[in-house]
């Protein structure tokens, strides 16, 4: 690298928004190529969702998100031990909002699977990482969209059977904005 480059390198870089969204852009077309989706247009990739850039992962929010469907069964949840773990796997206030969804909230979704009956906890935490990536996906109205996505991230291109009205509000439960 020449002296020039290295101190260039070395500057803190001011990219407006318009730049970044660009770049933005430019990586999710880069990664859906790599995943065999490169018939994206650029209104695709305008909207490829925050959450599904590789500088977001790990995706330790999908469990909660997968709870959000689980709300109902959560609820009625009498295993304390099971609860425990999951408030230390969401942290408490997400657990306690969850809890605290009423059944408006989701109106019109189709209900989850079935949680594991008690046993693992493993289990149970990858029951929810499942449903939580199924619900995420819900998010991404385009199904040419939702195909890239989940190829890019290596997911089942599976949708919860809840609105995308639904998902994007529980989405905003368990996932603080980012920038």
């Not at 009498?78 to 657990?95: F, K, S, V």
């Not at 009423?102 to 699977?113: C, I, K, N, T, Y």
């Not at 385009?142 to 994007?168: C, I, K």
């Amino acid at each position: 690298m020449s002296e020039q480059a290295h101190r260039l390198s070395s500057l803190p870089r001011q990219v407006g928004p318009g730049l970044l969204k660009a770049e933005r852009m430019v990586q999710a077309a880069e990664l859906a190529a790599a995943a065999g989706h490169a018939r994206l247009s650029w209104a695709h990739l305008r909207e490829w969702p925050d959450w599904a850039r590789p500088e977001q992962l790990p995706f330790a929010w999908l469990r909660a998100l997968g709870a959000c469907w689980h709300a109902l069964e959560l609820q009625q949840c009498i295993d304390g031990a099971r609860l425990n773990t999951l408030c230390e796997d969401l942290g408490a206030p997400t657990l306690q909002a969850v809890l605290q969804l009423d059944r408006s909230s989701s109106a019109g979704a189709g209900g989850p699977p079935p949680l594991p009956p008690t046993g693992s906890a493993a289990d149970w935490r990858e029951a929810l990482a499942g449903d939580g990536r199924r619900v995420a996906l819900a998010t991404v109205v385009d199904p040419d969209l939702r195909a890239a996505v989940a190829a890019v991230l290596g997911w089942s291109d599976s949708v919860a059977p809840v609105s995308t009205v639904t998902a994007l509000r529980w989405m905003a439960l368990v996932q603080p904005a980012r920038t």
